[in-house]
T-cell receptor
Framework: AQSVSQHNHHVILSEAASLELGCNYSYGGTVNLFWYVQYPGQHLQLLLKYFSGDPLVKGIKGFEAEFIKSKFSFNLRKPSVQWSDTAEYFCAVNGRGSQGNLIFGKGTKLSVKP | SAVISQKPSRDICQRGTSLTIQCQVDSQVTMMFWYRQQPGQSLTLIATANQGSEATYESGFVIDKFPISRPNLTFSTLTVSNMSPEDSSIYLC????????????FGQGTRLTVV
């Protein structure tokens, strides 16, 4: 079955701490991978995406993610978080060549203490 | 990119009634998607709405419960019919502007509470 697992439900960090959010997927075939962020009261926004090429992907606001095919993983990282990174983060996958429909993980709520 | 407006942003409804959610996009798009996010759960795709054809529903979702309209390339509606408390969720509209292998854009969602 196609699925996405996010290991952490809620992560609490102090400012300047490093962040790594885990994401593993189960999907037959070649995949596209995404991280979306939802700030309080706002739309889901794309942080970064992987379609092909360099498995280390850099996104907005200093976030990056690494696609490790052998581990079916796409973990999100940021070396130093800020209070403004407080949000919910969603990992998502779809099949290469598909048209927009995504399979999402349950999301990880990140709280950054000032 | 695409800007998506959803109405209403939230509503509280009586069980047994129906609610229609509107999704307006600022550009023409081929495919629009409706998702549901139940409390504590991930986003789940309800259906894909193509202009000029019947919506395609995912397993576990049926047209009688979630009828969808797609009258043109910038607009769609999702109706939640004969609501029960189990339908309390956030419903989101999404579009894929350029087609294959691109990102999806989301509306702000409609927070529905059924009492």
């Amino acid at each position: 079955a196609q699925s996405v697992s996010q290991h952490n439900h809620h992560v609490i960090l102090s400012e300047a701490a490093s962040l790594e959010l885990g994401c593993n997927y189960s999907y037959g075939g070649t995949v596209n991978l995404f991280w979306y962020v939802q700030y309080p009261g706002q739309h889901l926004q794309l942080l970064l995406k992987y379609f092909s090429g360099d498995p280390l992907v850099k996104g907005i606001k200093g976030f990056e993610a690494e696609f490790i095919k052998s581990k079916f993983s796409f973990n999100l990282r940021k070396p130093s978080v800020q209070w403004s990174d407080t949000a919910e983060y969603f990992c998502a996958v779809n099949g290469r060549g598909s048209q927009g429909n995504l399979i999402f993980g349950k999301g990880t709520k990140l709280s950054v203490k000032p | 990119s695409a800007v998506i407006s959803q109405k209403p942003s939230r509503d509280i409804c009586q069980r047994g009634t129906s609610l229609t959610i509107q999704c307006q996009v600022d550009s023409q798009v081929t495919m629009m998607f409706w998702y549901r996010q139940q409390p504590g759960q991930s986003l789940t795709l309800i259906a894909t709405a193509n202009q000029g054809s019947e919506a395609t529903y995912e397993s576990g979702f049926v047209i009688d419960k979630f009828p969808i309209s797609r009258p043109n390339l910038t607009f769609s509606t999702l109706t939640v019919s004969n609501m029960s408390p189990e339908d309390s969720s956030i419903y989101l509209c999404s579009v894929d502007v350029q087609g294959m292998n691109t990102e999806a854009f989301f509306g702000q969602g409609t927070r529905l509470t059924v009492v």
